[in-house]
Structure formats: C-alpha cells, structure tokens
C-alpha cells in the first residue's frame, strides 16, 4: 500500500495549487458577491489542458487518471467553491457519459470540444418531480420520422448555459406502469429548447445553475447516448464517478476553512496571547485537521477503485457523504474560531459555509448516500 502520490499526480497538484493561489482564490470573493461566471479562468484551464484531463488522449484529453481529477477539483474548490463544482460537473457530468457510453463519432463530436475547451460540460437529469427520485422522469421523447421529438423540463442544470450539447434522460417508451428512460445528447441551441437566467442560490454564487425547457425539440434519433432503454443504468454510473468529484470539492473548502482558521487563530489576540494557545481552539483545529486528512484518504480511495476497475459505487458513497458532512462541520468550527468576524462578509468563511451546504444535497443527498452504503453491505 502506497500513499506516495505518482509523479504525474505530484505535478498536477503543484500546477493546480500555483494556478488556484495566483489565477482563482484573487477574484473569488468579488465574484460571489456579483454572481459572475469564472468564463477567463475556463479558457485558462483550456489552454493548460486541464478541461480534459481524465479523458484519452485521442479525444483531446490529457489521459490522466482519476486522483489526477479529483486533486484538480480539490485545489480549485480551495480557492473558490463555484470554479471547483463547474470543473467537477464538466467533467464528471458532461465529459464522462460521453466518454464511457458515446459511439466513435459522438466522442469525436462532442467530447474533443469539451476537452479543449470550446464549451463546457453538462448533464440534465435532475427534474422538478425527480430529485432523490430520479426514476420519477417525466420528460419524454417520442420518434417520429427517424427524429426523436422531445417535451419536458430540466431543473438545476450545471454550466447549461455555457455547453454546446447536453445529453439528458427522456422516457422512450411505456408499458403499463414501467418507464423505458433512455438518454439523448440534445444540442443546446435546438429549436424550442431554452434555457433560462441562473437561480439566485444560498452559495455557489459564481457557478451556472438553470433550469431547461423543451417544447417538441427534435433531434436526429441516432443522438441516444449508448443503447436504448439504459439511460437509468448510465447516469447511476456517472453520479458514482460524480460523488468522487463532490468529496473532493469537499475536502477542497474544507482545507481553506481550516487553512484561514489557523491563521486567524495565530493572530487573534485575547486576554494577552493569542488564541491558538488556548486548548479549546487547539483541540477545534487538531479535529478539523483529522477530519480533512481521513476525507481526503476516502476519496483518493475511491478514485484508486475506480481507476483500477474495480467496484467503487459504495465508496464513492462515502467519500461524498463523509467529505460534505465533515466540510460542513469544519466550516461552523472556522466560523466559530472567527468569532464575531467570522459572520461578516469581509471574512471568508461566512463563504465557505454558504458554498458547503451543497456538497450534501448534489449528485444525491446525504440521505441517498446512505441508503446506497446499506444497500451495498447487503441491509
């Protein structure tokens, strides 16, 4: 067992930790508070080649591996939480059911503009009705002349606004009571698809989250993404891949909480020294430390799994359930260690709470993760 990171992987984390200190965390808080897109920081990450990073090389990837992704996704979220989960859905939600379930000339089409960084990456599943229920599908698409014709509703869509194409899950066909849910790349620009203003969130504030509508939308019938009918299968496969990408973000904003509380701990000043020296503080941050590192161990976990092969749905369950929860408890602790400051704007931790809370509603609730894990040890 070898917890050294891979000469590959050291230097993704160096290049990914010099470009989120000197290119992402500068302008972070501005574009929270004025809900700007990181659009820049996206044609950067292009021409460094990192949009593509886990995908082959032949599609315009960079051939990396899954802790390669997941520590790109970390080092972003530290610097900026809404820069962190567009990277993770533009790859684990657009990029990879294109790569894992595309023909040839729809990896060609649609994937290699994703890797280069010619559009972003997005996937619609999630549905008013169909949340937690994503089998709830009630969009659905019907052929007619050798073109699927597609009505329904997408909501909170990542980066819709900025992909060329979104595959997302329609209903085929019915029989009786049984939903046949297939899934189909939809060009963001068809005729009666619109896409609408981003949500005003609680966090995230910088990322692009929309709703999506489709008004008999019509596509080519050979634009089903794999076969036919095994459009649930595929995104239960892409949210595994997907729950890696959320623990790192996870571990990511858990790291710059802990990294700004231990600074302020340093320089706050009370009753003659300062704060760091005072046991509660201590034992606040030796758990936030703990925490973090057992996360981070989880998801790299995972990502090994995953490279390797091997079965991973149930610790990708974990590590997304454990990294968000955690997150979310390290950031009240950053908050608490602030003090007063730590509830003002001008402090960032107020921020990092804010872009946590979502780590454990996305890509399924913690309550979904749960369920998952029981399934999986064979409750």
Avoid at 38 to 47: D, N, R, V, W
Avoid at 77 to 96: E, K, N, W
Avoid at 139 to 167: H, Q, R
Wanted: charged residues 25%; contains cysteine; proline residues 3%.
């Amino acid at each position: 067992m070898d917890f050294n990171l891979t000469g590959e992987q050291s230097m993704i984390k160096k290049v990914m930790k010099e470009f989120a200190d000197e290119v992402v965390a500068p302008g972070a808080v501005q574009r929270d508070r004025d809900k700007t897109f990181p659009k820049e920081i996206f044609e950067q990450l292009g021409q460094l080649g990192i949009l593509g990073l886990p995908f082959p090389e032949e599609y315009g990837g960079g051939g990396a591996d899954t802790i390669c992704f997941a520590i790109a996704v970390e080092e972003l979220s530290r610097a900026c939480g809404s820069t962190g989960i567009t990277y993770s859905a533009h790859v684990s939600l657009g990029g990879a059911p294109l790569n894992l379930f595309g023909t040839e000339e729809q990896k060609r089409d649609y994937l290699v503009p994703i890797c280069q960084g010619e559009a972003l990456g997005a996937f619609g599943l999630t549905e008013p009705n169909a949340g937690s229920d994503a089998g709830g599908t009630e969009t659905e698409a019907k052929l007619d002349g050798g073109e699927w014709v597609i009505n329904g509703s997408k909501c909170f869509i990542t980066n819709a606004s900025y992909a060329k194409v979104i595959p997302l899950t329609a209903i085929t066909s019915r029989l009786n009571e049984k939903k046949e849910i297939s899934a189909i790349i939809v060009p963001s620009d068809a005729d009666g698809f619109s896409i609408t203003e981003p949500y005003e969130k609680m966090g995230l504030n910088a990322s692009n989250t929309t709703e999506l509508f489709l008004e008999n939308v019509r596509v080519p019938e050979e634009n089903i993404l794999g076969k036919r009918g095994e459009g649930f299968k595929q995104f239960l496969i892409t949210l595994d891949g997907g729950r890696i990408g959320i623990g790192a973000m996870a571990v990511g904003i858990a790291q710059a909480a802990y990294e700004d509380a231990l600074n302020y701990a340093k320089q706050r000043m009370q009753f003659g020294r300062s704060i760091s020296k005072n046991q509660a503080i201590q034992f606040k941050l030796a758990d936030m430390a703990l925490k973090i590192e057992l996360a981070r161990n989880m998801v790299y976990k995972a990502a090994w799994l995953k490279d390797q092969e091997k079965k991973f749905s149930k610790e990708a369950s974990m590590c997304k359930l454990y990294a968000s929860e955690i997150c979310m408890e390290v950031c009240r602790d950053a908050i608490q260690i602030h003090g007063g400051n730590g509830y003002m704007r001008e402090y960032k931790v107020e921020r990092y709470l804010r872009d946590a809370k979502l780590l454990e509603i996305g890509e399924g609730t913690s309550e979904v993760q749960r369920m998952v894990i029981a399934r999986e040890i064979g409750c």
